[in-house]
């Protein structure tokens, strides 16, 4: 079944220890988001690849990161998590911008920082 | 800047209740999406709706889109604890940038 993998599904990190939370799709969607979502809230959109193109969102801080080597593989990289980044983090894909934005998502990654 | 409201929030109904879900806007969206998330689960789109006074069913859940297309509900009849989650209404953002904008959410809990 075609679909959105997150790997890996539980992180545990250190304040200040880089961390790379990692998506692959087998939709062959064009378009990748990455979402923080703290519990019991909308996700909170950080960015977005239309293709090899990257769109920050003006208020996603600098230590969010994210690399796109190809259309199938996305990956979050926190430089210098702090404790206010423990949350769930959701990739999601659709089809090259339509009407319908529609959006499939992963399971999510649930980061904790000790 | 285009704003989804959702309400309630939170609702904590008994097995076979009824219940709806709102999402209003003063802007015009040019499609809407219900999404529903489980707990430690991302989000599962449930339907999404395209034309002023749609209907549409999927079992015991039934949305609609606005006729101005500016706000949809989302009606569940004797909701099961099966249905329990966070439900998200969430449409496209103007521009056709391919971003949501989602409303806050609204948890439901259905007790057996």
């Known amino acids: 079944d075609a679909m959105v993998i997150q790997n890996p599904r539980y992180q545990v990190t250190q304040f200040g220890k880089p961390v790379t939370l990692s998506c692959s799709q087998t939709l062959n969607h064009n378009v990748m988001y990455w979402y923080q979502q703290k519990s019991s809230q909308a996700p909170k959109l950080l960015f977005h690849?239309?293709?090899?193109?990257?769109?920050n969102e003006a208020d996603t801080p600098d230590n969010f990161q994210s690399r796109r080597p190809n259309t199938s593989f996305c990956f979050l990289d926190i430089r210098s998590p702090g404790l206010g980044d423990a949350a769930m983090y959701l990739c999601?894909?659709?089809?090259?911008?339509?009407?319908?934005?529609?959006?499939?998502f992963g399971p999510g990654t649930r980061l904790t920082v000790t | 800047t285009q704003l989804l409201e959702q309400s309630p929030q939170f609702l904590s109904i008994q097995e076979g209740e009824n219940l709806t879900v709102y999402c209003n806007s003063s802007?015009?969206?040019?499609?809407l999406q219900w999404y529903r998330q489980e707990p430690g689960e991302g989000p599962v789109l449930l339907v999404t709706v395209v034309t002023g006074g749609e209907v549409k069913k999927l079992k015991r859940l039934t949305f609609q889109f606005g006729d101005a297309r500016k706000d949809s509900s989302l009606h569940i009849t004797a909701a099961q604890p099966g249905d329990t989650g966070l439900y998200l209404c969430a449409g496209g953002g103007s521009g056709n940038t391919g971003k949501l904008i989602f409303g806050q959410g609204t948890t439901l809990q259905v007790k057996p």
């Open positions: 802007s015009v969206f040019s499609s």
């Open positions: 999601a894909t659709s089809r090259e911008a339509s009407d319908l934005y529609e959006q499939y």
């Open positions: 690849y239309y293709d090899k193109d990257f769109n």
